[in-house]
């Protein structure tokens, strides 16, 4: 049996973001959970995804008996690694030129709660035992943060690339993207939301999705 099976984009993508690879070798083992100005981007994805991965192990029988303890950790854990107003002025695009910083957060968040939500709750059956390696980590232009390129390698030998793109905010890596074989997480949203964001203000959108009125899809051929 595969060790990770084939699921959307956005469940790919949330499993990333909070997941991005599993202890190994004496990278990860050696990679210190120290703050962007004492380790690398490679190492700080790597040493936070290690800590989630083992506390996803250790406390699996209570997370899957108690929802509401998963939806806590998992969304403590995505708001810590993910810079969720980066990532929603990103995908908002031009729809955000000019916006309030208080309507992209309010965006952000009514995204995340919603993905969190309709997601989230996978990751209590997510098999952690992958073998990942970094292949490289690039400065991306003007100094807007780092690329870097990963793969996961699955119990079969099938290999998965996935790229994180982080960024400094504050002496932390924060990842404001994340690319499961070359798909980005921003552009997927981007072109999902723009219908609406052209119809509808921001925080009308915003209200839509915490309402459920409307929904997330991380899959680019659907789910």
Known sequence: MKTLMKPSLLSVVLS????????VAVFAQTAAP???????????VLASSTRILTTLD?????FKSNPAALRQFVTSEFNTLFDGDYAARLVLGVHGRGASDADVKLFGQALTERLLSAYGARLADFNARLKVRVKSETPLPGGRGVKVDTEFLQADQTVTP???YVRNVGGQWKVFDVLPEGVSFVQTFKTQFDTPLRQKSIAQVAADLKAGRLQVNG?????
């Open 16 to 23: 990333a973001a909070l997941l991005a690879s599993a202890p």
């Open 58 to 62: 250790q406390r699996r029988a209570e």
């Open 34 to 44: 120290a703050t962007a100005t004492k380790a690398s981007a490679s190492q700080v």
């Open 219 to 223: 899959s680019a051929g659907g789910n």
């Open 162 to 164: 996935i790229t994180f």
